[in-house]
């Protein structure tokens, strides 16, 4: 039977066989209840299932990526989410920044000194080339972060 009206006598109409059919109110209590215990069976298997996904949806995964030359080439440094690099002066990664890949739901800000200071420029998108922007081979400090939206 399928229900589909409720009388105000408390009687459950549906089909069965294509006949219009009643169902006394214990069976409707009875239908009543399975349909609960499913739904919430349901509901504990999808809490299950979702838990902690957004929160660590970039947990482990790289956030963003900076490559020495323009295009994506070069050498690369991954980034993962709320991770932060300082390079001083002579090291291999200060101020050879050249492209750069943030990920959908991360955003990757860069300085232009050491320990996050100075100017910096914000991105949620990548940049195949910064030749132009000002900011090429500029880089010498950047955090990468991602928020738990996506």
Request: proline share 1%; net charge positive.
């Amino acid at each position: 039977m399928f229900p589909f009206l409720a009388d105000a006598v408390g009687c459950l109409f549906g089909l069965r066989n294509g006949k219009l059919a009643c169902a006394g109110r214990d069976q409707m209590r009875l239908r009543r209840r399975m349909l609960m215990k499913k739904l919430v069976i349901l509901t504990a298997v999808a809490s299950v299932l979702c838990a902690g996904t957004a929160s660590a949806q970039y947990e482990g995964e790289t956030g963003c990526v900076m490559f020495e030359h323009a295009n994506f080439r070069g050498r690369a440094i991954e980034m993962g989410s709320n991770d932060s690099v300082s390079f001083r002066g002579g090291q291999f990664w200060n101020d050879r920044v050249s492209s750069v890949i943030v990920r959908r739901g991360c955003t990757f800000v860069a300085y232009e000194h050491s320990r996050m200071r100075g100017e910096s420029i914000e991105l949620n998108r990548r940049v195949r080339d910064f030749g132009g922007s000002g900011w090429n081979d500029r880089i010498s400090s950047a955090e990468c972060y991602c928020d738990d939206r996506y």
